[in-house]
């Protein structure tokens, strides 16, 4: 079906209908706002993200479903990363002409899906013709305990460094794709169907474990830098301490460099978070797959200690969009 | 300057240090997500809008500074219809190719200005590049007291219609800037940069006067048709009573069909609401500009009473993206 023989209005109706009702919504889809209503004493958290085809995504290598899911899963991100607990979403669209309603309904049934997986609920959006490019714009609203919010801003020397899960294999997955090759299952899973860390944040920011904290969505190196300037303060990383992705320690057999997809590759979702030395035997009671990578130390800039030993200075370099 | 010179970190370090610090923004631009206290017992307004190059706007009919000023409005309008306040703004931006700093800087500037006219702060957004046209994503967030919240579904038959302002100003230099003229001041003005009826809708909302109310953003008759569905009720609108922008009483004399930029026209912003009977004289008492342009009935429907005296049955047409 063609989306002018449905209309603007139909199509939000079809989305309107496949949302189920949910707590703390007063007005949901179908009036000029969402209307909603907060826990009482919680923070709320808010971020928006764009993506935009041929930017962040090619829609010959992804399948309208799994976009759907990336595109709540990489905004859901920022929420995990301030400790909190998403709660509504909003999507804007705008539709090239000629896509078909089949492929959106698949968008939005992956949108919706992953909305579900993190107990949180489409309430808004805003659907429009797009001249050019598929246009995805989402927006997320969450909350946290006032107590129990971290913040990029609160390391200090001597706090460790930690990330969670494993690093690279998205990166992997993006080099494989534009070299005209077939990713790695692993790699790919990483890259097309990220996961936000949303539980882990939550308990983390819960135990007042983290000092500081951020997600790794342009790069360790870019991710860290940002949080380092925001605590003034600078770090010290241990490459041969990084958890790399199973996909990129094979990949490191032929060809040794790929290690710089895990420290400047971006797009990996996980959780980078700085700790007290005295909070370090509560992370180790909540036995939660992390890693300790370095250390905050006084003096700015941030230096990656190579397996060789040697120490290198390193630039934040992550993805830059201009 | 390039943008590519500045950079994206740069350029939002630009917007960051342009926003001054406001109520209960715990957290602005600069983490993963804006954190904010909210007034206790408010209910959370949100809404979000995108804005596509050679869609919504061409840069060659407007300023950058009344694009980001309009960019603002047509967001804030949303909170207006619900009785809202408007507080805090997400922007979005996808960035072509070779777009000068200097246009960005305008944009910004004016995003800022309107934000400040509302009393509301950016507080947060996303920036990357743009293979095509500019894309403009906004989100607002505001606040209204739970009992003063006004939806689209509270209209009964008998309840008079009324709208503030002018209407067909901005769909009159719209024609206008479609056949290559230059159009009349005032509607330009409307056109350029509208304004969001902030005051009056927290007025309406505070004195509990409507029954219901939206913005006219897709068309008087198209908006309407939307609350009259939400509502479950039909209505009857004078065309004589309209209250026409300057412009276009003066178009009228030439070309009488022009009233339909005044129905069908769209983007002028303006509230539409509806009041019970024993509320008018409360109306009266506000001493705002709006005009009654009709009434409620119980049959479902649209019926408008034209200049001739018959009532002919009126489809809510209005802008349908697809």
């Known amino acids: ?32 706002c969402a209307v909603l209503e907060l826990p009482p004493g919680e923070r709320l958290l808010t971020s928006t993200d764009l993506l935009i085809e041929d930017v962040h995504f090619r829609r010959e290598w992804t399948d309208m479903g799994l976009l759907g899911r990336k595109s709540v899963s990489v905004n859901v991100s920022d929420i995990a990363a301030m400790g909190g607990t998403p709660r509504y979403l909003y999507l804007g669209l705008g539709i090239p002409d000629g896509l078909a309603v089949e492929e959106l309904d698949a968008f939005v049934a992956g949108f919706l899906s992953a909305c579900a997986d993190y107990g949180a609920t489409l309430v808004g959006g805003d659907t429009c013709r797009s001249p050019g490019p598929l246009l995805i714009s989402v927006t997320v609203e ?5 107590a129990e919010l971290v913040c990029r801003s609160g ?21 494989r794709l534009l070299a005209g090759e077939t990713p790695d299952a692993e790699a790919a899973g990483r890259h097309h169907d990220p996961r936000a860390r949303v539980e882990l944040g939550r308990a983390l920011a819960a135990a007042g474990i983290p000092s500081s904290m951020i997600d790794v969505s342009d790069g360790l190196l870019a991710d860290l830098g940002h949080l380092l300037e925001a605590s003034g303060v600078g770090a010290e990383i241990d490459e041969s301490a990084l ?19 895990a420290l400047s590759g971006g797009e990996d979702y996980e959780l980078l978070f700085t700790v007290p030395p005295e909070r370090e035997s509560l992370l180790a009671a909540l036995a939660v797959p ?30 830059n969009h201009f």
Do not use: C, H, W
């Open 1 to 32: 079906m063609k989306l002018s023989e449905l209309g603007e209005f139909g199509f939000i109706e079809r989305i309107r209908q496949a949302v189920a009702k949910a707590p703390g919504v007063a007005v949901g889809i179908g009036d000029d």
């Open 290 to 319: 992390v890693t300790r990578i370095g250390r905050i130390v006084l003096a700015a800039g941030l230096a990656v200690k190579q397996r060789s030993g040697t120490l290198r200075p390193a630039s934040p370099a992550g993805y």
């Open 243 to 261: 958890p790399l992705s199973e996909a990129l320690q094979a990949s490191l057999i032929d060809a040794p460099n790929s290690i710089e997809l």
């Open 155 to 175: 390391a200090r020397p001597g706090d460790a460094v930690y990330v969670s899960g494993t690093l690279g294999g998205s990166a992997l997955a993006l080099r």
């Open 142 to 146: 969450g909350t946290v305990p006032a």
